[in-house]
Structure formats: C-alpha cells, structure tokens
C-alpha cells in the first residue's frame, strides 16, 4: 500500500488516528496491499483520501451505535434514530465544509461503531426515501456512499471497467495531491507537486498485519477489562 503524507508534523494526534482508520479499512477489506491513500495530518476532519479500485474521499465518524445516516445533496446527518437525523442529528455534515471534494468526487462516509445485535445495520434515507444497506455498503445518487464498518462485505462494491478505473486512479490521485497540499503556502505547494514520491512511504504487507494484529490486541484487552468489571459488578449484586 502506498501512503502519502504531506506533514507528518502536524497536529500530534492526527497521524496515529488517521492510521488506525487506514488499519481498520485494511482489515475490512476495503483497502488491500495494492491501494493508496493520502493523508494530510494538519487537516483537523476526519478526512483523506484513497484509491482501492475507486477513488474516493473517506470521511470518519465514530458513532455509540449504529443509527441512521441521512443523506441530502448537501449535507450528511447521523443519529441513533431514523427521525433523529431529521429532528435532532448528532452529526450534521456540511459537505461544503470539506475543500478535498469537488463535483465529480465520490465521499465515503464510514461509521465506526461496535454496536453488533443481530440483524442491526446501519438505516439509510437519502433525500426523503429509506433505503436498505446490503453488505455494510450503500451508495446513492448524490454522490455519497456508507460503509457500516463492522458489518462491511467487500464483494457489496459494485464491479468497475478497466477504463473506469483509470479515471477513478486519475482522480484519487488529482484529489490526493490537492490534500497533500492544502493550507500550504505557493512554496509548499510547488514543493509537493514537484516532488510527490518525497511523501510517499510503502506499507508492506508485513507492516499492515502488525497494524491489524495492534486493532485486535487493543479490542480484546478493552473487552476483558469491560468483562472484568461486569463480573465484579454482578459478583456485588448477588452477594447483597
């Protein structure tokens, strides 16, 4: 995989978070050994950019549970309720608001939850129709998909042409580059361009697995501690 990152300094936790979420969409399957992203870590969003086949901006949402997502031309709502994305979102999008699109790009907008009941999913309403999600994703007409992370089934993406691909690698790699180099100076600017493969690191398979590996030891000792608590707190009740 081949990472791009224009500033490795930046905001101190940006880099470490934004990796995870690379690690996290590597081990769903949506990005493999041969795709690319491209991270800008003074961007203060959830944000970057990636090419596994399609092209496509991701942006990141940590979410309680899985919810609903509504999805205008302009904007993207979350909530853990289907009316709640009308009445009172905990997440409401500008899709102004990020400068990494523009008219032809695609966003992905993953949720990042753990919430795993039988049967739940995230629910779906573009516009003022629901929708339901297959596999963990969805696209629509505006330009917009959703992964539903822990449920995503990577044979859900919808099978490209040779020729469209190209186009989709043109344009992550047109749309990276301008992340890359956002917020830079006129200097900073030529620099990046000028000299793309200075930014460029490749993350061996090797190294990929070791970030998966990091994501299953973290969630197993949260969940024994979680457990550990529980048995405490039920081992409490019963004695009283």
Not at 37 to 59: D, E, K, L, M, Q
Not at 77 to 94: I, N
Not at 217 to 228: D, G, K, P, V, Y
Request: proline residues 3%; contains cysteine; glycine residues 6%.
């Amino acid at each position: 995989m081949d990472l791009y990152v224009s500033q490795p300094r930046g905001y101190a936790a940006n880099f470490p978070r934004q990796i995870m979420r690379v690690a996290k969409l590597y081990q769903s399957g949506f990005l493999d050994d041969d795709s690319s992203v491209w991270i800008n870590t003074n961007a203060i969003s959830p944000v970057f950019w990636c090419y596994n086949g399609r092209g496509t901006a991701i942006y990141w949402f940590d979410a309680p549970t899985a919810g609903s997502v509504r999805i205008t031309r302009d904007r993207v709502r979350w909530a853990s309720s289907y009316s709640g994305t009308q009445d009172s979102p905990l997440l409401d999008l500008s899709l102004a608001s990020l400068n990494v699109l523009n008219k032809d790009s695609r966003l992905t907008f993953v949720v990042d939850n753990t919430f795993h009941a039988p049967g739940a999913t995230v629910n779906i309403a573009e516009g003022r129709e629901s929708d339901t999600m297959v596999g963990g994703y969805w696209e629509g007409s505006f330009g917009i998909a959703v992964l539903d992370l822990p449920r995503f089934d990577r044979t859900q993406l919808p099978s490209l042409t040779e020729s469209r691909r190209d186009y989709e690698h043109s344009l992550a790699r047109y749309q990276g580059l301008q992340l890359l180099y956002a917020g830079m100076k006129a200097e900073g600017k030529s620099r990046v361009v000028d000299n793309t493969d200075d930014y460029r690191v490749t993350l061996s398979r090797e190294v990929l697995g070791a970030l998966t590996q990091s994501l299953d030891a973290f969630s197993t000792t949260a969940s024994s501690i979680s457990e550990t608590l529980f048995t405490d707190h039920t081992d409490t009740a019963e004695d009283d």
